[in-house]
């Protein structure tokens, strides 16, 4: 007879064969840290609560996290976490005991310490809805905020308003999904068949606001956005060997090159300055 040791490992591996598995810590961190840390509870149970409910029990554990259900007073409902397949599941699962394993409970964050008007500006890296991971959020002077995304090195959001909801985002530790919190008054979706572009960083001017810096296909950019009455205006310096070629949508106005539907095209030399105004109602 096998050893039970042996019985309980080929068990777990037989739950996780069916489609492979990613990896755990990774897994958790995109899409349960946000709710759940390991040693408090914050917007959902700790890590050690999860572990004393479901170290025993992965199939329950499933269960909840597929069919979440509502449990505990005076909090959110979890989401469905579904999508993510048993196997990724499970592999989180093995990580959230292991993440756990000798800590302390803390008490509960009950109520948002720095509850506060975003000092403007403010520059935030945060997780935002439909930008992504590397986004930078941008409290202007004004009421306007703006959200630029340094993976594809583009601006992506643009809202009046009050800024993010910094309780979330601190409850769970920067890892959360920044929520905005005025009226979004512009927006790009993503666009896989943009040529790749490397974001180099950014620097603050006197008035804190960011210059961005970035190089695609041989161009290097410096992005600086400001607030021009109720628009927003983007300073660019570019330096090109080629003529550069924008594609701007219809509430964008540009003060230099020629502009044929939604291309514009700026001579190396017009790309050295130039701006783009997004109007904005
Ligand atoms: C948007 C926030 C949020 C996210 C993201 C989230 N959870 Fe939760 N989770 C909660 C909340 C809130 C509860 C408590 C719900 C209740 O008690 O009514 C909870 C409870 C749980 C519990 C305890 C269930 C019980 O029996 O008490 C488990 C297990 C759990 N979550 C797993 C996960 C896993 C795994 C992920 C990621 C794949 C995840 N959660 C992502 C908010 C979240």
Redesign the pocket.
């Known amino acids: 007879m096998l050893p039970l040791r042996w019985i309980l490992c080929l068990s777990a591996l037989g739950f996780a064969l069916p489609s492979q598995a990613q990896d755990g810590k990774l897994?958790?961190e995109q899409?349960?840290a946000?709710?759940?840390l390991p040693d408090q509870m914050v917007?959902?149970?700790s890590l050690i609560e999860?572990t004393k409910?479901?170290q025993k029990k992965p199939k329950e554990?499933l269960q909840?996290?597929n069919k979440?259900?509502?449990?505990?007073p005076g909090?959110?409902?979890?989401?469905s976490?579904a999508h993510?397949g048993d196997a990724n599941?499970l592999a989180?699962?093995d990580y959230?005991i292991k993440a756990s394993a000798g800590l302390k409970e803390k008490p509960a964050v009950t109520k948002d310490p720095f509850e506060r008007v975003a000092r403007r500006p403010e520059v935030q890296r945060i997780f935002m809805p439909d930008v992504g991971p590397a986004a930078i959020a941008v409290a202007l002077p004004g009421d306007l905020s703006y959200c630029f995304d340094a993976g594809d090195c583009r601006l992506r959001t643009i809202w009046r308003g009050d800024f993010i909801n910094g309780w979330l985002y601190w409850k769970s530790n920067g890892k959360a999904t920044g929520v905005i919190m005025g009226k979004v008054l512009w927006h790009l979706p993503e666009d896989t068949t943009l040529p790749a572009a490397k974001f180099h960083g950014y620097e603050l001017n006197d008035a804190g606001i960011p210059t961005f810096s970035y190089e695609r296909q041989g161009a290097q950019f410096e992005e600086t956005i400001e607030p021009a009455g109720k628009n927003l205006v983007r300073r660019f310096k570019v330096t090109t060997a080629q003529p550069l070629v924008l594609t701007i949508d219809n509430d964008t106005q540009a003060s230099a090159g020629t502009r044929q539907g939604n291309k514009l095209t700026l001579t190396p030399e017009q790309a050295k300055s130039f701006t783009l105004t997004v109007t904005l109602s």
């Open positions: 897994l958790y899409n349960c946000a709710c759940h917007v959902g149970p999860i409910l479901y554990f909840w996290a979440p259900q509502k449990k505990r909090v959110i409902d979890m989401p976490m993510l599941l989180i699962r959230m």
